[in-house]
Nanobody, 116 residues
């Protein structure tokens, strides 16, 4: 089994920054992708950013230039640095890890609220 634990969410004013962290533990091997998704009230879950095993990254257009995904492979951790936050970024953010063999895991989610 694999466990993903997110941290770093909270309330921040528009223009502020937050850094999300996700720690993966358990039966971890052959991680292909680590990433972040988010789900706002009344909306479908969407990809925010993903990091491939070769270092490639993909971002949703709305966060390009503001968010940065990074990972520490030795520690099985993935981070999301979020700058210039705006109210449209308010959502529950979920960590995702996809491993070889179709093993796909989700964290429990962490709330990010951007409001003055």
């Amino acid at each position: 089994q694999v466990q993903l634990v997110e941290s770093g969410g909270g309330l921040v004013q528009p223009g502020g920054s937050l850094r999300l962290s996700c720690a993966a533990s358990g039966s971890i091997f052959s991680i292909l992708r680590m990433g972040w998704y988010r789900q706002a009230p009344g909306k479908q879950r969407e990809l925010v950013a993903v990091s491939g095993s070769g270092g490639s990254t993909v971002y949703v257009d709305s966060v390009k230039g503001r968010f940065t995904i990074s990972r520490d492979n030795a520690k099985n951790m993935v981070y999301l640095q979020m700058n210039s936050l705006n109210p449209e970024d308010t959502a529950v953010y979920y960590c995702n890890v996809y491993m070889n063999g179709g093993r796909n895991y989700w964290g429990q989610g962490t709330q990010v609220t951007v409001s003055s």
